[in-house]
């Protein structure tokens, strides 16, 4: 699958800046009720795309603490196109792990080339913020989302 150019990232930011506000909820997905990180990848997936590239298991809060598998990077992996030089570029999905001996658990997308749009258990809603140093020292994987209208 070739890479979208930068140009093409126009929907994919504008679609997760529709969601900023959005209250976190554990395994939602619709916009203006409730989602959490996974939940906002899906719901601009879909609507960019038309539908999700496949749908996830249920899953705890402490799903990646007690699997121990990389569910996240391999689901991203199956449908996007991994950067192996790190480089992230505005509407890239980001992937972040915790702790470097924790599988990654959590995700954003990039809206400039310093932030990203994600919805944060802690900030309690959907924001754009800061890709400061702690987030950046956290990225497990930058993934870009496929060509428009060439999605599986």
């Not at 749908?55 to 950067?83: C, F, I, Q, V």
């Not at 809206?111 to 990203?116: A, G, H, L």
């Not at 924001?127 to 209208?149: Q, T, Y």
């Amino acid at each position: 699958m070739a890479a979208r150019s930068s140009t093409d990232a126009s929907p994919i930011i504008a679609e997760a800046r529709r969601w900023i506000g959005t209250p976190y909820r554990h395994q939602g997905s619709a916009r203006d009720i409730g989602c959490d990180c996974l939940g906002l990848v899906r719901g601009v997936w879909r609507k960019v795309y038309g539908a999700d590239p496949e749908l996830p298991p249920p899953y705890s809060s402490d799903w990646a603490e007690t699997t121990g598998e990389e569910t996240l990077l391999n689901a991203a992996s199956r449908h996007m196109k991994k950067r192996r030089n790190g480089r992230w570029q505005p509407g890239d999905l980001l992937i972040f792990r915790w702790r470097a001996h924790l599988p990654a658990k959590h995700c954003g997308i990039v809206t400039e080339p310093d932030r990203m749009i994600h919805a944060y258990q802690a900030a309690g809603f959907v924001a754009e913020g800061s890709l400061d140093p702690a987030w950046k020292r956290r990225i497990a994987g930058v993934f870009v989302f496929p060509p428009i209208g060439e999605a599986e």
